[in-house]
């Protein structure tokens, strides 16, 4: 009876793993198709203009858009590791991991300093215009510097388990671990989402104080901004949590412990896919819903409508 129940558990188990495989691939191959040309068309709209017409925002949209792509195009391998392992080899596997986490943390920079830089323009003019344009470069260079300093831990810690035909992180000890998802999810998600949400508060009040900002398609926007990174990242920063907890738990409930990761390691499978569709949903909510990013300004009014267009974005 016993080795019934045994053997029922661990088909259970199959099963759950490979519905989160299908469901995962699933979502990345969606993400792909619909992403990637959005993310390409985005690039060819703000493109199509004059250097000399690119407001800050616009650079910062180029950015996002441009990491959304260096992001999707890695799919195809995260969706062949899903359904058949790592067979690339240990190489392969850095390249990829930098690629990614690269993308990733530059996509969450970016949109980071989007929440600021509406937040300093539209209340505090002055300052931004201070930093003319070698300031607003320099802080576009400083992303990717950034993102590839915290892409630097993924990259060490990643490497090939060849018994599990995997590309995943490995540590000397637990508390290196524990250390690096701590890390991960405060620099990933806490600090990011900290200024997001802030910069966007004070924004709200000021903007239900002034006609000009008082547009229901501004309010929509803000805040899809915010949901959509909170709805979408939060997941996966759940999942760094209960693997902090679940190795933490190691030395004193080994089978709690057993339980809570291997559920973690399921929805793993899925919710790490959310990034993507971060990825693939950015055309839409930064550039699409702006009408006037697909209008060519004239010379007169390009003042107004770079200040309309950091209002609007």
Known sequence: MEHLNSSSNSSSVEISQNS???????????????????????????????????????????????????CLTTVPVWIYTVLHGWTLGRAACKIATFLLYLSLYANVLTVTLLGIQRYIQVLKPQTWNRLQRKGEVALLVAIWVLACALTSSAVVTRDVSYDKQKCERHTGSD???????????????VVPFSALLVSYCCLHRQVNRTALFSSTKLTWLVTSVVVAFFVLWIPVHIVNIV???GIA???????????????????????????????CLDPFLYAFASRRIREKPNASSEKDDSRMLTTKI
């Open 249 to 279: 738990l190691r030395g004193y409930w080994p089978k709690a412990s057993e339980t809570l990761l291997r559920h973690r390691s399921t929805a793993a499978r899925v919710v790490r896919s959310f990034p993507f569709v971060n990825s």
């Open 243 to 245: 693997d902090i907890v």
């Open 175 to 189: 508390s290196e671990r524990i250390a690096v998802l701590v890390l991960e999810t405060f620099l990933g998600f």
């Open 20 to 70: 989160g495989r299908l469901v995962s691939s699933f979502i990345l191959g969606l993400c792909l198709v619909l992403g990637l040309p959005g993310n390409i068309a985005v690039l060819v709209v703000i493109l199509r203009r004059s250097p000399r017409r690119l407001n800050f925002t616009l650079y910062l949209m180029l950015n996002l858009a441009s990491s959304d792509i260096l």
